[in-house]
């Protein structure tokens, strides 16, 4: 079992930069791949980043591709969401998500509460 809470979010204006964490518990976190998503009112949850439990590999959403970046501690059991030059359409509750990796949100199995970022213009 796995549990996650995320961290980080908060208001910011267009162009500025924040970092989500998301802390997960269990012994085997270390084992699984992490991914964020998010989702804006009226939408549906939209995949940002994945990266393996190695941290070999990553991925990006095409909309944040070059802006935003994935890492991974696993002595800390904690990921990272580096979020730079934010857009007001960033705007969104961010959830990360431990599974098997990737863009499919079907690979996840566990997912934290959210957590808001709002970016003004």
């Known amino acids: 079992q796995v549990q996650l809470v995320e961290s980080g979010g908060g208001l910011v204006q267009a162009g500025g930069s924040l970092r989500l964490s998301c802390a997960a518990s269990?012994?085997?976190?270390?084992?699984?791949?992490v991914g964020w998503f998010r989702q804006a009112p009226g939408t549906e949850r939209e995949f940002v980043a994945a990266i393996l439990w190695t941290g070999s590999r990553t991925y990006y959403g095409d909309s944040v591709k070059g802006r935003f970046t994935i890492s991974r501690n696993n002595a800390k059991n904690t990921v990272y969401l580096q979020m730079n030059s934010l857009k007001p359409e960033d705007t969104a509750v961010y959830y990360c998500?431990?599974?098997?990796?990737?863009?499919?949100?079907?690979?996840?199995?566990?997912w934290g509460q959210g957590t808001q970022v709002t970016v003004s213009s």
């Open positions: 998500a431990a599974g098997s990796t990737g863009r499919d949100i079907r690979a996840y199995n566990y």
């Open positions: 269990g012994r085997t976190f270390s084992r699984y791949g």
